[in-house]
């Protein structure tokens, strides 16, 4: 056992009341671990209280003076021992134990040494436990407080104390010596190794106070030796015992070895130090004593112990005493003897003054040589700062001063105090200034300049450069005059500086007395920055008796100090905007932001993730106060994020000019968030109520309830077929959610059904997570409240999903796990569990056929005659067509204020508005636990045919991205814009805003034609022009006609007498059975990816380089199903040529005949590229041709050679200018060093030409003429928008949305695959491939948005960290890839990847592609067609082998 674990359940089985202090970063608190384990199996249990580094513990334990014993645990640290040390006199005498675990050096620790009573040390775990409880006995007895140390690496078998013997133990009565039967120096005291035996001990004391306190321990000892049946030592002796030398040591040094002509001695006993302990301890054989101590930072000339050892010596009485030295070390791991005899030797030769080393080299007098510790997520606030103030940027209390200035330079009381000093410099600067003004004999040039910096002081930017033009003079001999002379000398603070402290959340505990309140109260100009770092899913956990301040809202009550809450993970630009701010106010500004990390090594994605939930609940608003826009008339407060925290708008409802504002803005105020909560438990409240009373009305039929938990809706949709059959037969049947019904109305059912799939590695669905959490606390708990509940559970899964033999157990886990639980609840099992598998026969419906009927035979309906017929389920055909043509309901779903969301129907309409609804998946679990509905938002997608934008209309998108959105906004895989996070209310001004860009949204999702696609070719200006409008044409003719759009988000009216005179010529009321894509590529460039589109139009070129017609190719599409062999990726076949003319005609009548016969049944088999395989390709081309009149001309030659975009500058034909940036994923956006959104902004506002999207999701900036061609490169150049350094890799990448934001997606994708890219070009460098080109590609889940199977290595998410792995897709766009491995995560892709691409650069053959090298070496099989995609999968030949 550990000596932290054996003090840490001491701690917490002894106190009333137990204070933990965090560590600095990055280390964790090693006590914590323990109480937990300790908590689950005690009755006894501790007020247990967790601060954070740097917290004032002193205050929070002067808190709990009246408890009987106190312990606090923490490891050796300055910033945290330090913060004790102003109340040691008061903590001195209180019943507490500081235990302290110290690694190798004491000298934090013994700072506190001098003013505590009793001082403890322990080198073992076993000591460690037996001191904890000396320690708990003695502090508890005297009321008074005693430090134990102990050696934090100690680790040894040891026998404890029983748990339930602590508390009884600390109340038993005193033993002393005489009612242990002994006295003074009888019965066999053993006085030569200080040990306080179960047979008694005692030692002569001297001085009173110290005999008092000696005796009070050893009282203590004796009662604990008694109680624990072994010795108690006050020291330990070992080696010869008549030596010449004796070596003291204080620390964990222990010798296993003998040095001849030494003995050692190890302190325990720190304080009091008993003067006849020590003479007895030391041989009267001993002429030298050294005192060696762990010590490595001691900063003053003489260590403690050896000051009390030297004057016990010198004042003993005899007449020949040893000499005694002093001496420190460190890590003693790895001394020999050979070091005890060097500092033998250099005892031997040094003065009695020099302090000795054992195995420590440096110097101990020294201040400490390393800086401070900045975890590594604070960087993201600090090089915001630096970005923004630059050279002007004064961190009052940088750790780098630690080197400096020790480690109170970190401090908020050094950091004011220093800018106090310069406040005052710069005000002694200023007279000095007006002093030199008001001299007649100053020259006009310098008298300029200052009267100048008069006015421009608080200026940075002019004050630096007048600070340089007055230094030039005043050295010029300008200084001669005396205040010319205190300027000069005072010439550092000429220019304007911007002052920060940065802090904690540590200094939002007692507020009141910090430096922070002296920097708030001061009403200097000094700016500050508080970190808080506490994750939002761990608020909890800190301590729970006791919530920190907040220090927004303390600083807000102060009335004239700018204060804002930010979060850099949640809006960047508003940070920027606070920190500025404060910059600018004239007085003392505090900055909160939030920073939520665990460890140090917590992934971004987690910080990010644990903001959003703080943003998003109102844990965090964000929010600026800005005391002097009051003054100028203005609101001072401003909202920067919906919800607000229940303090906050109690101060804002006590500003009374505030509470209007929030009564003015309802948004503000928290109907959003609690309101709607309320709204949806009592409307759940009010179902169950009512199907309760149906279930008791009918009478007739026993009640069935179905239950299910569904994230796909493939769960829901049978539960709710299962309750029509139940209904069929006359039950009175209630179907809904599971998260619908708690555990207390769930005992009130009779016989329950639950229907459930399983989502990612066997976890629950979204919608049962609830419920299953409840009944596992229940059967935690070991209740049984299910007695009279009969239930059966079906199951649905894929067997295949998880493929490997060790991953079997997820295959329906969630069924099982349920069926198993309920039963231990006390539930009744009426029919075993049934299972439904993907893979069989007739997929989930195989196992279905075997259950249900056992359910109608033991509900005693099964007899029963089916008179009525089963309703059809809702389909998407039915929403189409009963829509009126793509009307629903939406416009009064646009109206219900009630709710962020739209009714299930019209989000399948809205998709042909170019519009989806989603939810916030980072926080869905959150706000499922507030009570709340998800966070629901929308995308919209625009129509923009060729992806081409003007300059106006790129800044019409920027400000509605930043008005309507999210703040940022996306190019996507179609060569469009979409943005992200539209609240409903936003929702159809955003669409306006659009139009009136004169863009739509039209069509740009749905059943329809998306938009049309076309290769960006930049340089191709005149054949660019030419295919650009064929595409425009193609999709204007293959509009839906519908005015539904423009009715109900342009207001447009009804033609008159409302009666709706839609027709759909091309599309019919049912519109398509799926999507329908096209794409028109330009050879040799294919970045369009042609043969992934539903129809492909590839230009041909005559000899005069005119555009001639296109070969056409149909049947290409992306979307699988993971597992499901009628599902596969399929890429288009080339049918013949048509020319330009004839292009548009053609593309409708494919269109026409994938309408009438593609699988409206079934919607994974809808798409175009299941038609043309069913009906096979010359059949199908036959019906095109012959809706067409004609037949197609043969094909003709064509060559493509890459499908990535081509970066950088290019010159057109027509001379003009062209630039490819690299925007990783497509994300529009401002982050730290890269405003590529500001960048893209200001050059829309100069650029002549225009912006062409590329499918790759990059950005061409095209046709720049000559003349401005330098003002954007020196754009480019400063926001680094030219940086085009990245590896052939990353350039070559592309991943999908995915989370949060996709409803689809079971991965990561745009936010993990640039972290991995970052692991794999390592790989890719270290083999010399920097430069070349491999086409990785990731999306969130199979229905490949992305393209990802047709990229030479691909992962598609399966489920959270998890993906399938692709392999083999040809270059240019040309082959399909194949799964090479069916489930990875991060480490098993590197172990795959670092090999073969090693491999690939050892054996590549000459201009050799990945996809093409990694058949060829026979990892995987080429893909000859879309039907056979799933043949030969995972690998080939021995690379199989390898592997399986
Ligand atoms: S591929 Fe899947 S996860 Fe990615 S955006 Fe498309 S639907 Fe969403």
New binding site residues.
């Given amino acids: 056992m550990s000596s932290i674990s054996a003090v840490a359940r001491i701690a917490y089985l002894a106190s009333d009341v137990l204070v933990n202090s965090q560590p600095p970063r990055p280390s964790s608190s090693t006590f914590t671990t323990t109480f937990e384990a300790v908590s689950w199996h005690n009755v006894h249990k501790p007020t247990l209280i967790s601060l954070p580094s740097g917290a004032d513990a002193g205050s929070v334990l002067l808190r709990h003076r009246n408890a009987s014993l106190i312990s606090y645990t923490t490891a050796a640290h300055s910033q945290v021992l330090n913060r004790l040390l102003p109340h040691l006199s008061e903590l001195s005498a209180l019943p507490l134990v500081l235990h302290i675990a110290v690694e190798d050096d004491l000298s934090d620790a013994f700072t506190l040494r001098s003013t505590l009573p009793f001082v403890l040390y322990s080198r073992t775990a076993e000591q460690a436990h037996d001191h904890a409880l000396l320690a708990s006995r003695l502090a508890r007895d005297e009321k008074k407080a005693v430090l134990h140390l102990f050696n934090a690496a100690s680790e040894d078998a040891l026998r404890e104390v029983d748990a339930d013997k602590v508390q009884p133990f600390l109340l038993t009565d005193r033993k002393s010596r005489s009612q242990n039967g002994y006295t003074n120096g009888a019965n066999g005291v053993n006085k030569t190794d200080g040990a306080i035996g179960v047979n008694g001990d005692s030692a002569e004391t001297e001085s009173s106070t110290q005999s008092a306190l000696y005796k009070a321990y050893e009282t203590a000892a004796l009662t604990t030796v008694a109680f624990l049946r072994r010795p108690i030592r006050t020291y330990t002796r070992y080696g010869p015992f008549d030596t010449p030398t004796v070596i003291l040591t204080v620390g964990s040094a222990h010798f296993d070895f003998e040095v001849e002509g030494v003995s050692f001695i190890e302190l325990s006993l720190l304080n009091p130090i008993v003067p006849q302990q020590i003479l007895n301890a030391i041989p009267p054989s001993a002429t030298r004593v050294i005192v060696l101590e762990q010590l490595s930072r001691w900063q003053t000339k003489w260590t403690p112990i050896y000051l009390d050892v030297l004057s016990i010596v010198q004042n003993s009485e005899g007449d020949v005493r040893p000499i005694v030295q002093s001496g420190v070390y460190g890590d003693v791991n790895s001394v020999q003897v050979v070091d005890i005899l060097k500092l033998l030797q250099q005892a031997a030769s040094s003065s009695l003054s020099t302090r000795l080393h054992l195995g420590y080299d440096a110097d101990a007098s020294g201040v400490i040589s390393s800086p401070a510790h900045v975890p590594k997520h604070e960087f993201a606030y600090l090089k915001l700062l630096n970005q923004l103030f630059g050279e002007h940027l004064e961190i009052a209390n940088s750790p780098d001063l630690v080197q400096t200035q020790g480690e109170l330079a970190t401090s908020p009381e050094f950091a004011l105090g220093r800018i106090r000093g310069e406040l005052d410099a710069r005000a002694q600067l200023l007279s000095a200034v007006q002093d030199l003004l008001r001299d007649e004999k100053v020259s006009p040039e310098l008298h300029t300049l200052l009267t100048q910096w008069v006015h421009d002081k608080d200026d940075a930017a002019k004050s630096q450069q007048l600070s340089d033009q007055i230094v030039q003079l005043l050295e010029g001999g300008e200084s001669a005059r005396p205040a010319g002379q205190r300027v000069y000398q005072l010439r550092s603070h000429l220019p304007a500086r911007s002052r920060w402290i940065i802090g904690s959340d540590a200094w939002s505990y007692d507020l009141g007395a910090s430096g922070l309140h002296h920097a708030i109260a001061s009403k200097l100009n000094v700016n500050i920055l508080i970190l808080d770092t506490t994750p939002y899913t761990a608020r909890n956990a800190s301590d729970p008796n006791r919530r920190k301040q907040d220090v927004g809202l303390y600083a807000m009550n102060h009335g004239d100090v700018y204060v804002a809450s930010v979060a850099v993970y949640s809006s960047y630009s508003q940070v920027l905007q606070a920190l500025a701010e404060a910059d600018k106010f004239n007085g003392p500004s505090v900055v909160v932001a939030y920073l939520p990390y665990k460890s140090e090594d917590a992934p971004a994605l987690d910080v990010l993730k644990e903001t959003k939930m703080a943003v998003d609940a109102g844990y965090w608003p964000l929010y600026r106060w800005n005391p002097s826009k009051e003054q100028e008339g203005k609101e001072p407060f401003i909202l920067d994020s919906d919800a607000i925290k229940n303090d906050l708008q109690r101060f804002l409802d006590r500003q009374s000019h505030l509470s209007q504002l929030v009564r003015s803005q309802p948004q503000l105020a928290t109907e959003l968030v609690s309101n709607l909560g309320d709204t949806l438990k009592q409307a759940r409240k009010q179902k169950a109520q009512q199907s309760y009373a149906e279930l008791l009305t009918a009478i007739d039929a026993p009640p069935l309830l179905v239950l299910y938990a569904s994230d796909g809706g493939k769960a829901e949709k049978v539960a709710k077929r299962l309750a029509t059959r139940g209904k069929l037969r006359g039950l009175s049947t209630n179907v809904s959610s599971m998260d619908s019904i708690s555990l207390d109305d769930l005992q009130k059912e009779e016989f329950v059904a639950f229907v459930t799939s399983v989502a990612g590695q066997g976890e629950f669905p979204q919608n049962g997570r609830t419920l299953w959490k409840a009944l596992s606390a229940a059967a935690a708990r070991g209740e049984r409240p299910l007695n009279y509940v009969r239930f059966s559970v079906f199951g649905m899964g894929d067997s295949h999903y998880w493929p490997r033999p060790e991953d079997a157990h997820y295959y329906n886990k969630a069924g099982k796990d349920l069926n198993a639980r309920l039963e231990k609840l006390g539930a009744q099992r009426v029919v075993e569990l049934g299972l439904g598998d993907d893979q069989d026969a007739d997929g989930p419906e195989t196992g279905y056929k075997l259950w249900e009927p056992q359910l109608w035979k033991v509900l005693g309906v099964d007899a029963v005659e089916l008179h009525e017929a089963e309703p059809e389920p809702i389909t998407n055909e039915h929403i189409k067509v009963a829509s009126q043509y793509l009307r629903g309901t939406i416009v009064e779903g646009l109206e219900d204020q009630s709710t962020g969301a739209l009714a299930p129907s019209d989000t399948q309409l809205t998709k042909f508005h170019g519009i989806y609804q989603q939810d916030d998946r980072d926080i869905r679990d959150e706000r499922q636990a507030q009570g709340v509905e998800p966070a629901f938002s929308f995308m919209i997608r625009v129509r923009m045919p060729g992806g081409v934008c003007s300059p106006k209309q790129w800044l019409q998108m920027d400000q509605i991205a930043d008005e309507h959105g999210c703040g940022t906004f996306k190019i996507t895989t179609r060569q469009t814009f979409q943005f992200h996070g539209v609240i409903k209310r936003h929702l159809k001004t955003a669409i306006q805003d659009i139009n009136r860009a004169l863009l739509d949204t039209l069509a740009a999702c749905g059943d329809v034609n998306r938009n049309v696609t076309v290769s960006a070719i930049p340089s191709l200006s005149k054949l660019h022009a030419q295919v650009y409008k064929f595409a425009g044409d193609v999709s204007t003719h293959l509009l839906p006609r519908t005015t539904a759009y423009h009715e109900i988000w342009l207001d447009k009216k009804l033609v008159a007498g409302e009666a709706l005179k839609d027709v759909e010529p091309l599309y019919g009321e049912f519109y398509l059975p799926r999507k329908f894509k096209i794409a028109v590529a330009v050879p040799p460039h294919n970045d369009v990816d042609l043969f992934a589109n539903d129809l492909g139009f590839i230009a041909i070129v005559d000899e005069k380089g005119q555009l001639a017609g296109f070969n056409v190719t149909a049947g290409g599409g992306m ?1 699988v199903t993971h597992g499901n062999k009628k599902t596969y990726p399929r890429l288009g076949d080339v049918l013949g040529f048509c020319t330009v003319e004839q292009g548009k005609m053609i593309a409708e009548k494919i269109m026409l005949v994938q309408r009438d016969n593609g699988n409206r049944a079934d919607r994974k088999n809808a798409r175009l590229k299941y038609t043309i395989d069913r009906m096979g390709l010359e059949n199908f081309k036959a019906e095109v041709e012959k809706l067409l009149g004609y037949k197609l001309q043969p094909a003709r030659p064509f060559t493509f050679d890459r499908n990535v975009d081509d970066f950088g500058w290019t010159t057109g034909e027509d001379g003009k200018h062209h630039f490819t940036c690299f925007i990783e994923n497509g994300r529009i956006q401002d982050e730290s060093g890269k405003h590529f959104k500001t960048c893209l902004r200001e050059i829309a506002k100069i650029h002549k030409g225009s912006f062409r999207m590329t499918t790759n999701q990059h950005l061409v900036i095209t046709d720049i003429p000559t003349e401005n061609l330098e003002e954007i490169k020196q754009l480019l150049v400063e926001y680094k928008l030219d940086n085009l350094s990245q590896t052939g890799l990353r350039l070559s990448s592309s ?5 949060p ?7 990561e ?2 936010r993990y695959l640039p972290i991995l890219i970052d692991k794999v070009e390592k790989i890719c460098e270290k083999n010399g491939l920097r430069n070349d080109s491999i086409v990785m590609r990731m ?8 393209r ?1 199977y047709i990229a030479e290595v691909a992962f ?2 399966k489920a959270l960290g998890t993906y399938s792995m692709l392999l083999g897709g040809g270059y240019y766009g040309q082959r399909l890839n194949k799964i090479y491995r069916d489930t990875v995560s991060e480490p098993e892709i590197l172990a795959i990847l670092e090999p073969m691409i090693k491999h690939y650069a050892l054996e590549r053959l000459d201009g050799e592609h990945f996809g093409d090298f990694v058949i060829r070496a026979g990892y995987i099989a080429p893909t000859t067609s879309g039907a056979a995609w799933w043949d030969r999968a995972g690998g080939e030949g021995i690379h199989r082998e390898a592997t399986a």
């Fill in positions: 979307g991943a999908c949305v995915a989370f934001t996709c409803g689809l997606a079971m991965a994708s745009e999306t969130g889940c199979p229905n490949g948005c992305a990802p598609v998410g």
